[in-house]
Nanobody, 126 residues
Framework: QVLLVESGGGSVQPGGSLRLSCTVS????????MAWFRQAPGQEREFVSA????????YYEDSLKGRFTISRDRSKNTVYLQMNSLRPEDTAVYFC???????????????????WGQGTQVTVSS
């Protein structure tokens, strides 16, 4: 069993920053991907970013490149999402998720992730 716990969400003004954390516990395979997705009210869950283990390759939704950065601390089994220059349209519940034995073509597909966190709310508003 794998448990993912997100933290770091909150309310911020446009242009502000937040850093989300996702701590992973339980049985973790040698090859996997950790990803962030987000879901706004009435919309589908969409891919934000992912990082692969063990090689550390990163992937981003094209429209978020340059504002969002994914990183990891292997000693803490934690993945981070640094979000800068936040906009009202970034408002959503952010989820972290794990995919075992990923390949490049499946990294962005939410259907290939088998473990999910409970989500953390990010609200960007003036």
């Amino acid at each position: 069993q794998v448990l993912l716990v997100e933290s770091g969400g909150g309310s911020v003004q446009p242009g502000g920053s937040l850093r989300l954390s996702c701590t992973v516990s339980g049985s973790i395979s040698n090859s996997y991907a950790m990803a962030w997705f987000r879901q706004a009210p009435g919309q589908e869950r969409e891919f934000v970013s992912a990082i692969r283990y063990p090689n550390g390759a990163t992937y981003y939704e094209d429209s978020l490149k340059g504002r969002f950065t994914i990183s990891r601390d292997r000693s803490k089994n934690t993945v981070y999402l640094q979000m800068n220059s936040l906009r009202p349209e970034d408002t959503a519940v952010y989820f972290c998720a794990r995919q075992a034995n990923p390949i490049v073509s499946t990294i962005r597909s939410r259907y290939r992730y088998d473990y999910w966190g409970q989500g953390t709310q990010v609200t960007v508003s003036s």
